[in-house]
């Protein structure tokens, strides 16, 4: 199915860099499959060119003519912009796969003018080693078909878990965001350890294999977070004295602030985003 596609990316960041390297890394893609096209920074798609063998253009029409999946993957701000500008040459034949925040698959719809299948997906920056957590949504006209060519492409990336279209803020401040939180925490624990004494390249080793080691007993283990922690715990021993700390400074209400402040972030960029789309829409209209 996927050698019968061509997949061109509109944006040429790190999300396309990651993605790009996870498909053509996986064996089920090749460099013809896919091209890469942005606005105007030649060095980038000549990177892309050198690095990865891929077709490159600024061409978006070019880019855009041929292909079965079309890829937005630019910032947020430049959403409408980007849509306006390949509006004339995308048609209802072709499907979208969309991995910016924010951004409602109606809104794309709406401004695009047709009943296009459209995949919304929130993969994070893990993707760039093939360790992303992606969670998938179908827009009103994806199929099951479409939603197979996205999860196939995500996959080459990490893991994919779909989940209904509103509820991607909350993925987005979850897991989204989510390397974010975990690289603070080492931050805390790399300075903790300067102040201890102990030498930066012990430290890191140390705190890695400990971040490692838990992931994967939670993966493994079928008991529940809270009662991983209390196995280690003793009574007056070190964990509890050290969770005792961060009990009295509201560490996990701090985490659940954090992730639904950062839910709400992405539902308020959505509504920026789309009113900028609908000022659009209505210009457009009344041109």
Request: aromatic share 6%; glycine share 8%.
């Amino acid at each position: 199915m996927n050698k019968k596609l061509t997949y061109a990316f509109i944006g040429a960041g790190s999300m396309a860099e990651a993605m790009v390297s996870g498909m053509l890394n996986s064996e089920l893609f090749e460099k013809e499959q896919l091209i890469v096209t942005n606005r105007s920074n030649k060095e980038r798609l000549d990177y892309f060119k050198e690095q990865y063998g891929v077709v490159v253009t600024h061409d978006q029409g070019e880019a855009i003519k041929n292909a079965g999946v079309i890829i937005l993957a630019m910032k947020p701000k430049d959403v409408t912009t980007a849509l306006e500008g390949i509006k004339p040459f995308v048609s209802e034949k072709q499907m979208l796969i969309s991995v910016i925040a924010g951004v409602s698959t109606k809104s794309m719809e709406e401004l695009l003018g047709l009943n296009i299948a459209i995949i919304r997906a929130m993969p994070n920056t893990s993707a760039t080693i093939g360790y992303s957590a992606t969670a998938i949504s179908k827009g009103t006209y994806a199929d099951d078909l479409h939603e197979t060519i996205a999860e196939t492409l995500f996959l080459t990336i990490g893991t994919v878990s779909k989940v209904n279209e509103e509820d991607l803020h909350a993925v987005t401040g979850l897991s989204g965001s989510g390397p974010a939180y975990v690289y603070y925490l080492v931050e805390a624990m790399e300075k903790a350890a300067v102040d201890l004494g102990l030498a930066k390249d012990v430290s890191k080793e140390l705190i890695l294999q400990t971040i490692i080691g838990a992931a994967e007993m939670l993966k493994s283990s079928p008991k529940h977070p809270s009662t991983l922690r209390k196995e280690i715990m003793s009574a007056g021993g070190t964990t509890e004295a050290g969770l005792k700390v961060l009990e009295q400074y509201k560490y996990q209400e701090a985490m659940i602030q954090c992730i639904e402040r950062a839910a709400a972030r992405s539902a308020e960029m959505g509504i920026e985003i789309e009113n900028k789309m609908n000022e659009t829409i209505a210009k457009s209209a009344s041109a």
